[in-house]
């Protein structure tokens, strides 16, 4: 599944097929199995409505939660570092 977009894939080589390999692209868990295969409906690929208050969204928006949290993390550790170079001289 795309947790920014909400795509829904049945396979990860169907997603490749379909997307380049992202961050994005995240395994749906075992436990939201059934729940993502009653969504996709026999499909190979469908949208999932990010709005709505399904166990399936709620887990997408914890990811990119996790996600973007990594991010900010990543680009305070570079400032902190450019910082205590800067401090050393």
Request: no cysteine.
């Amino acid at each position: 599944m795309n947790i920014e977009t909400g795509k829904l894939y049945e396979s990860l080589a169907e997603a490749l097929k379909h997307e380049e390999l992202s961050d994005n692209l995240k395994e749906v868990p075992k436990k939201l199995d059934s729940l993502a295969k009653k969504e996709l409906n026999g499909k190979k690929i469908t949208t999932v409505d990010m709005n709505k208050n399904t166990p399936l969204t709620k887990w997408a928006q914890q990811e990119r939660h996790r996600a973007k949290k990594i991010v900010k993390r990543k680009a305070h550790r570079k400032i902190a570092k450019a910082s205590r170079k800067r401090n050393r001289k």
